[in-house]
C-alpha cells in the first residue's frame, strides 16, 4: 500500500507570495493533519480533516488555511508568506490510532 | 490540555546497548494514545510505536518496547540492541481517544531527544 505522499518537495518563495501544498493519504485514510515544524517551535498541529470538513483547528492565522476532497486528498494554502513561515510542513493521515506521515515538504520564504 | 516533556536533548549509545529515551505527559483526558515517532535527518516522520491509555499490556515492535507508567504518566521509549541506523531524533506525542477506542484530534509532540549511536 502506498504511503502519504506531498508535493512538492521543496519549495522556495518570497515574502508576500502565496503557497498551496498538497498531500494524498493513504488509500482508505479519511483524516488528513498538517503540522509545521520549525527549530524554534517544535511540531505544531495546523489543521486536521475529515470527510471533507475542518475537524479542528490549531492555533495559526487565518493566513493559514486548507481545504480537503472527496477523495481524501488535502491542500494547505499559505498566503502573504512572511519570513518565519519557513519551516518543513508535515501531512499525516490516519484510520484509527497512529498518525502516518508523509516525506514533508520544505518551504523556504527569503 | 495535554502537554508531553521530554528532559533529553540528547542521548548517546554504544552499537548493540540498549537505550531508554525518557517521556512524561500531563493531559486531562480519561482516554488516550501515546505515540513514539522517529524522524531521520531526510524529515520524514516514522511511527514506531502505539500505547493506548486503557491497554494493560506494555506495547512491543520488534526492537521497540514501551514502558507506560500510568500512574506516574511515563510513556518511555526502549530500544534494544542499537543499530547505527537508529541515530535520529525521537518524538514521543499523544492524542485523545474516543469511546470507540479511535484516536482522533491533533497530535501534541514533545521537543524530541537526538539519538546517536556509536560504532
Known amino acids: 500500500k502506498a504511503g502519504v505522499t506531498q508535493t512538492p518537495r521543496y519549495l522556495i518563495k518570497t515574502r508576500g507570495q502565496q503557497v498551496t501544498l498538497s498531500c494524498s493519504p493513504i488509500?482508505?485514510?479519511?483524516?488528513v493533519s498538517w503540522y509545521q515544524q520549525t527549530p524554534g517551535q517544535g511540531l505544531q498541529f495546523l489543521f486536521e480533516?475529515?470527510?471533507?470538513?475542518?475537524?479542528n483547528k490549531g492555533n495559526f492565522p487565518g493566513r493559514f488555511s486548507g481545504r480537503q476532497f472527496s477523495n481524501s486528498r488535502s491542500e494547505m494554502n499559505v498566503s502573504t508568506l512572511e519570513l518565519g513561515d519557513s519551516a518543513l510542513y508535515l501531512c499525516?493521515?490516519?484510520?484509527?490510532?497512529?498518525?502516518?506521515f508523509g516525506p514533508g515538504t520544505r518551504l523556504t520564504v527569503l | 490540555a495535554q502537554k508531553i516533556t521530554q528532559t533529553q536533548p540528547g542521548m548517546f549509545v554504544q552499537e548493540k546497548e540498549a537505550v531508554t529515551l525518557d517521556c512524561t505527559y500531563d493531559?486531562?483526558?480519561?482516554?488516550?494514545?501515546l505515540f513514539w515517532y522517529k524522524q531521520p535527518s531526510s524529515g520524514e516522520m516514522i511511527f514506531l510505536i502505539y500505547?493506548?491509555?486503557?491497554?494493560?499490556q506494555n506495547a512491543t515492535e520488534g526492537r521497540y518496547s514501551l514502558n507506560f507508567q500510568k500512574a506516574r504518566k511515563s510513556a518511555n521509549l526502549v530500544i534494544s540492541a542499537s543499530q547505527l541506523g537508529d541515530s535520529a531524533m525521537y518524538f514521543c506525542?499523544?492524542?485523545?481517544?474516543?469511546?470507540?477506542?479511535?484516536?482522533?484530534?491533533?497530535?501534541?509532540f514533545g521537543q524530541g531527544t537526538i539519538l546517536t549511536v556509536h560504532p
Open positions: 499525516a493521515s490516519s484510520l484509527r490510532h497512529e498518525q502516518f
Open positions: 488509500s482508505g485514510h479519511r483524516s
Open positions: 480533516y475529515f470527510s471533507e470538513t475542518q475537524r
Open positions: 493531559t486531562s483526558d480519561q482516554s488516550y494514545g
Open positions: 500505547q493506548g491509555s486503557y491497554d494493560e
Open positions: 506525542a499523544m492524542r485523545e481517544t474516543n469511546a470507540g477506542g479511535t484516536s482522533y484530534g491533533k497530535l501534541t
